[in-house]
């Protein structure tokens, strides 16, 4: 029974992956914590271990790819902020930024 539990919660954690609710992952920590726990204390056949097993490995590559996509956003949001703040090129071919032009033209930012 409480492979079967724990593989339900599996299940709704992949559906939260899947779905990019990222913010719902810490509530699954604890009763998956809790179930593990109670199953490596009954145990359980064969089966159901691997069928356990599986889902955390699917769960574990979700969660890589999803860290992966936002590792990816950040960086392009910091590149489109470092644009953003370009506001020409020198002569030699440098970013000129608003705070640049200010000093150039002797005023604060």
Partial sequence: MTAKALLTLLAEEKAALLGGRLDT???YQEEKARLAT???T???DANSLDAVRSAVEENHRLLGLALTACR???DRLGSLQ???RTVGYTAAG???THTDQAVER???V
Wanted: hydrophobic share 40%; net charge positive; no cysteine.
């Fill in 106 to 108: 002797g005023t604060r």
């Fill in 42 to 44: 009954r145990g359980a």
């Fill in 82 to 84: 470092q644009r953003a």
């Fill in 72 to 74: 990816s956003a950040s």
């Fill in 94 to 96: 440098g970013r000129l």
């Fill in 25 to 27: 992952l810490p509530a």
């Fill in 38 to 40: 109670v199953l490596e």
